[in-house]
């Protein structure tokens, strides 16, 4: 039997005493399938008093996290307190710096600070995991890095923040509002006091940039993201997606095109008979698009104590198996140094359908008015779909509803110009992006 | 730079030469994310002159699988001839006992020896990886090993052949009848031209068998598994399914229960609007569902020899990472030794739901009869159809469709056999198991 692998918590929130909690529960189960044991060596966090349902008093107590990732004798430092700045890119580069292993869940600090920490690890031969910072529970890193070796990715895309597709759901199923469903969601404890994060698409684009560099070995470029979050949404737009046999998800996609990687996140319309359609709720949902193994869809868990947890346990073991010194992944995919500059793809060259909502007013020739403007933009239409309102007064607005097929984001942009520029529109045009899988 | 990882191919056929090109054309790339070159020192197949596409002439050629598995220059034996016995068998013992790592992509084989090979690698520190060896591309061997340790599984379950969901889907689909549909995936290669080892579900049970070892720590019985294949299926039972909003799917379903764990392989219902219900044609799924992740859904290509390759090469990417030496991780997820015995659990002791079609004579009481008997075997109904045939003479047979509630296979398998004790039934009750994911 190995010596037990020593390691050090920082951060016992929801997520940390969920792992140290199974940690201590499960001693022997994961003593067998690693091998060795696990052992809690050191531990910090804001309130030394609190209790967490488990007992942490034969680990040694830091009062300051740099000071446990510097000091501590442990293996691994498990960094579970989020934020991009200090103390967790602090604690993180200490620990790397001098050989100790990192387990984090933390987005917003691999988004901002990713390859720097990868090049320190690779320097001091340390493993960085990082499962659970993308989809939770969803193993997309481990898929990314490991199984999908020697694939040229051509898209990965998801559903990764669990708040915006349990509003986009219960708009759907209940036909409520955006607000309303905003309101229960915070109520239910989905969305935060401050929603902005996730229903602005941040959130996901965090995590878009992660799996972005793991997919085509670019650097992480957070800030590089085309940002449509949902706010926007209305039941109109669900109702009429479904009619027409689409769905509307907020997705993250990082794709390949002729002039660059697009990073783009927002409200997306996919083909309701797809199988990320169906992916409802908190729920979250990555496919990843390559060259020899085709398309893999992984469905889980985006968040929550115990998920997250899961996914940091998962880490830790990978960790335990293998031995100290042993050679190691790099963290982000291939070396640090050898990843390529982000080229960023404008999203203006941007090829797919799109969906267009108009509301217009009732008189002659607008309808022809609209197609003429699509077709010289060389837009061709899937579909057109006209629409009376709910009332029958002929002086309502009426509602037009085009699915092109693919075409440039340009051409749509200035068709809609042009549409806007003859003064029928009632309000703001809505343009929403189609996003067909490969295979359905 | 470490050095080169030397591999010998055992196998040329479909998988084995799109493995060789891909290592041969992507040796640079493969290099920077393996931290070392991967080589393919030593091959062998049936035939040494075919023209695979590929240049091999650097590679020491064997007429022999066991000859090269004992004698090559190799850090890593690739198994790809299949088969549960010999040659596979021996040659796959050789290598293990002399200290070499194998990947295989052979679930007849695992199936029938898995415990013994992994017994073997443990022994001599070797690594036995198998991810193309269950559900093709899908990376559910690393998820189950690796991303889910510490978890207690409950249940696993998937669709695991693509030529049973090719024909389930295109008989829905299109109206077929099932044999029409299987000439036509013979026509396309999805289907052997003996088709009985996948429609009568014993491929399916071979990989569920690996699945069942993996989640619950149990000795691969692949013997112990309940069989129904889906010869047996009509167009009837699939729109039927649909009207009553389910789906027909051949799953392999491992499930703990009081009294054991439950492998059954069999044509199964599940709910239209679940995310498995969307995967169709030849794709192939599995969801693991774990008390601290919850559920995951993977979904991807289950066959195939590019989608198998990427497989293989992703098991072979895995050890070049790791350092010759290196702690590794059991084969089956524990030590061989620690295995417990299979305990089968009855398939009359199930408990889910049923849907029973039922052919009747148009005559009084008959309802009421099968009603009667429901009732007296403790069976509650979720549903209840009765529908006329096509024609509309009244002596023509009456269509009764129940879905029962949660109940006892045994009450159920009661109940239809005090029905057709009646005598009022024309031609088999068709009676299909239900299963419901744990969300949506």
Redesign the interface.
């Known amino acids: 039997m190995?010596d037990a692998l020593k390691i050090g918590i920082a951060g016992l929130g929801t997520v940390g005493a969920s792992l140290a909690k199974?940690l201590v529960e499960?001693r022997d189960?994961?003593q067998?399938?690693?091998?060795r044991p696990i052992e809690i060596a050191a531990v910090t966090a804001r309130s030394k008093g609190r209790d967490r349902g488990v007992d942490l008093s034969a680990a040694e107590w830091f009062d300051d996290p740099v000071a446990l990732a510097r000091e501590a004798r442990i293996d691994v430092f498990v960094e579970l307190m989020g934020g991009a700045g200090d103390p967790a890119h602090a604690a993180v580069k200490a620990a790397l710096s001098r050989g100790v292993h990192v387990v984090t869940a933390n987005k917003a600090l691999l988004a901002a600070h990713g390859v720097e920490l990868a090049g320190i690890a690779e320097e001091n031969g340390c493993i960085l995991n990082y499962?659970a910072a993308v989809a939770g529970?969803?193993?997309v890193i481990?898929?990314l890095r490991?199984?999908?070796?020697?694939?040229t990715i051509s898209r990965v895309y998801g559903i990764m923040n669990g708040t915006c597709n349990y509003i986009l759901t219960k708009m759907e199923k209940e036909g409520l509002s955006f607000e309303a469903c905003l309101k229960e969601a915070q109520r239910l404890g989905y969305a935060e006091a401050d929603p902005a994060f996730d229903i602005e698409g941040n959130d996901t684009a965090h995590k878009l940039s992660i799996l972005t560099t793991l997919a085509f070995g670019t650097k992480i470029s957070a800030d590089d993201i085309y940002l449509e979050g949902i706010t926007n949404i209305s039941i109109d737009d669900i109702r009429a997606a479904a009619d027409l046999g689409y769905r509307i998800k907020l997705l993250g996609v990082a794709q390949k095109t002729d002039t660059g990687v697009e990073q783009r996140v927002h409200p997306t319309m996919v083909p309701l008979?797809?199988?990320i359609?169906?992916?409802?709720?908190v729920?979250n949902a990555v496919a990843i698009e390559?060259d020899?193994?085709?398309?893999?869809?992984?469905?889980?868990?985006g968040a929550?104590g115990?998920?997250t947890?899961?996914?940091v346990?998962?880490d830790i073991?990978?960790i335990a198996?293998?031995?100290p010194?042993?050679?190691?992944?790099?963290a982000l995919?291939?070396?640090a140094a050898?990843l390529a500059p982000y080229k960023r793809a404008q999203i203006r060259k941007h090829h797919g359908g799109y969906f267009i909502r108009l509301s217009v007013e009732d008189r002659t020739g607008v309808f022809a008015s609209i197609a003429k403007h699509m077709a010289e933009n060389g837009i061709s239409l899937e579909s057109i779909v006209q629409r009376a309102q709910s009332t029958t007064e002929s002086t309502d607005p009426k509602t037009i509803i085009l699915v092109t097929h693919a075409t440039m984001e340009d051409s749509v942009r200035k068709a809609v110009g042009s549409v806007k520029g003859e003064g029928y529109l009632v309000g703001e045009p809505q343009v929403i992006r189609i996003e067909r899988p490969k295979?359905?």
Chains 1, 2 share one sequence.
């Open positions: 190995a199974i499960r189960m994961l067998t399938t690693c091998g499962e529970g969803i193993p481990k898929a490991e199984s999908l070796t020697g694939n008979d797809s199988v359609a169906q992916v409802d709720g729920t390559s020899i193994l085709g398309e893999l869809l992984m469905v889980g868990p929550g115990n998920a947890a899961s996914a346990l998962g073991a990978d198996k293998s031995r010194g042993a050679q190691t992944v790099p995919g291939r070396p050898s295979t359905a």
